[in-house]
Nanobody, 115 residues
Framework: QVQLVETGGGSVQSGGSLRLSCTAS????????MAWYRQAPGKERELVAT???????NVEDSVKGRFTISGDNAKNAVYLQMNSLKPEDTAVYYC?????????WGQGTQVTVSL
């Protein structure tokens, strides 16, 4: 079992920045991959960025150049630095850990970007 807790959401004006954090706890051998997803009102949940603790990371084209994902393997933590935020980035952001037999999700943290 993996429990995920996200922090760092909030409300900012367009062009602002936020940093999301997610920490995993529970009973598991190790975590290899952590990811951030988001879901805007009326839309499906979408992948934002992924990181493996082997050193690979990827951010989706919609946020490339503005968002950066990083992680701390020792802390089982993942971070999402969001710069130059736009109103279309408004969504609930979810931390995700995929394992061989399950997908684990955090409770989500709201990010609201106003004009």
């Amino acid at each position: 079992q993996v429990q995920l807790v996200e922090t760092g959401g909030g409300s900012v004006q367009s062009g602002g920045s936020l940093r999301l954090s997610c920490t995993a706890s529970g009973t598991f051998v190790s975590i290899n991959t952590m990811a951030w997803y988001r879901q805007a009102p009326g839309k499906e949940r979408e992948l934002v960025a992924t990181i493996t603790f082997g050193g690979h990371s990827n951010v989706e084209d919609s946020v490339k150049g503005r968002f950066t994902i990083s992680g701390d393997n020792a802390k089982n933590a993942v971070y999402l630095q969001m710069n130059s935020l736009k109103p279309e980035d408004t969504a609930v952001y979810y931390c995700n850990v995929p394992t061989w037999n399950a997908q684990y999700w955090g409770q989500g943290t709201q990010v609201t970007v106003s004009l």
